[in-house]
């Protein structure tokens, strides 16, 4: 772990879940016959995209030379808004369906 340090840590979970995922989706592709798997590979791939524009948002917006807990509010802040940004950009559909659930709930 010493020369990625936490940076490593971050990057085998990602890896991890990433591969978990595509090996279960592989599982259940072959179990259900009749398995929109097009769309399903579709919206993983745009949320992938979402999620590194994010962390190059992240990334640059670490870069800042401020103190380091408002530096760190200000990665967080940029993080979410951008992912957020990022999915209605691609069009992820999950992202949407959220989106008119929380604008419907907060009407009743």
């Given at each position: 772990m010493f020369p990625m340090k936490i940076a490593g840590l971050a990057l085998a979970t990602s890896l991890s879940g990433s591969i978990t995922f595509l090996v279960l989706f592989n599982m259940l592709n072959k179990r259900l016959k009749d398995f929109n798997a097009k769309e399903v590979r579709l919206s993983f791939v745009k949320i992938f995209l979402a999620s590194l524009g994010?962390?190059?948002?992240?990334?640059?917006?670490?870069?800042?030379?401020?103190?380091?807990y408002l530096n760190l509010i200000v990665s967080l802040s940029a993080g979410l808004i951008s992912y957020i940004a990022f999915c209605f950009i691609f069009r992820v559909h999950e992202m949407r369906e959220l989106w008119l659930w929380l604008s419907k709930r907060g009407r009743a």
């Open positions: 994010m962390g190059l948002v992240c990334y640059f917006a670490s870069r800042l030379q401020l103190n380091k």
